[in-house]
């Protein structure tokens, strides 16, 4: 069963804030709200928690799907709650019955693992969550998953801006470098700010705050004598990073090179990528190399 009394919380709160938003906002010389301010409605109809506004949402939108509408000309007057509840008295019980005769259905849907492969973590549970419903309509789904895959890659130039994205960034591409072994936290942040100046970003990002972020990653720094704190790659560790890279839907072609994307390769063959999913379709070389593991 759905957890409901989350779910109407969850509603209740964006409700309040949407409200804040409106108490908060200074009225044109009209005397009326600008129109860029609040939210239409809040609908709880057939399941899924639809919000629509005009503003960007104040709340995270990670697990959910964003669609952006212009702005229309037309004076359409908002539905009253007579005419909601209307609206509501005739479709919810339909909408309620056929989730309820569909519900083992979609409990036991799943999507083959190949049609999923390139997209992060979160946007693959939103990618059940849409598809589920319509199986069967291959066309369809077709369709859905690839509006998402836009959206996915989107969201991940978004996220590649994000300390711990960065931090797992650097350290994904060091623990495939031979030559390294270890890195102080001063060197990992160094490291960012360098791709951060290459991307043309104004921002820089201090070891301290670094470190900070590591431990949010669960990675854990030590002391590497008179240099300071950092990290040594030992097995664990590239072990470790694996699975962070994994988490935040980091893989090979996040570090590739744009012309072994081009030709579909990867570089050196790492066993621990193969083992936690990281090889995004490419294709590596020097099969008797790999990241030690033991």
């Known amino acids: 069963m759905l957890n409901w009394s989350k779910r109407v919380v969850n509603l209740v709160n964006m409700v309040n804030v949407a409200e804040h938003a409106m108490s908060e906002a200074t009225p044109n010389p009209t005397g009326q709200l600008p129109k860029r301010l609040g939210f239409f409605g809040i609908i709880e109809m057939a399941g899924a928690d639809i919000v629509a506004g005009i503003a960007p949402a104040p709340y995270s939108t990670e697990s959910c799907v964003v669609v952006s509408m212009l702005p229309s000309g037309n004076e359409t007057q908002p539905l009253d709650d007579v005419a909601m509840r209307q609206i509501a008295d005739r479709f919810q019980p339909e909408l309620l019955m056929l989730r309820f005769a569909n519900y083992s259905t979609v409990k036991s849907f799943r999507l083959p ?138 893989s090979r072609r996040t570090i590739a090179t744009s012309q072994g994307l081009e030709a579909g390769y990867g570089g050196r063959r790492c066993l621990l990528c193969e083992e936690f999913g990281l090889t995004d379709g490419l294709r590596f070389n020097d099969p008797s190399t790999r990241i030690p593991t033991d």
Not at 124 to 149: D, F, M, W
Not at 165 to 185: K, M, P
């Open 113 to 250: 693992s190949c049609a999923l492969q390139d997209f992060t973590p979160r946007m693959k549970q939103v990618a059940l969550a849409l598809v589920a419903p319509i199986q069967g309509h291959r066309e369809n789904e077709s369709i859905v998953l690839s509006k998402l895959r836009e959206r996915d890659r989107d969201a991940q130039t978004e996220r590649s801006l994000e300390p711990e994205w960065l931090a797992a960034e650097i350290l994904f591409g060091l623990v495939h470098e031979r030559a390294i072994h270890s890195i102080l936290v001063g060197g990992i942040a160094s490291s960012i700010n360098e791709k951060l100046k290459f991307r043309g970003e104004d921002f820089r990002i201090s070891a301290r705050k670094i470190g900070s972020v590591l431990k949010s990653l669960g990675v854990r720094t030590e002391s590497l004598g008179s240099l300071g704190r950092g990290l040594l790659f030992t097995p664990a560790m590239n072990s470790q990073i694996h699975a962070v890279a994994r988490h935040l839907g980091i």
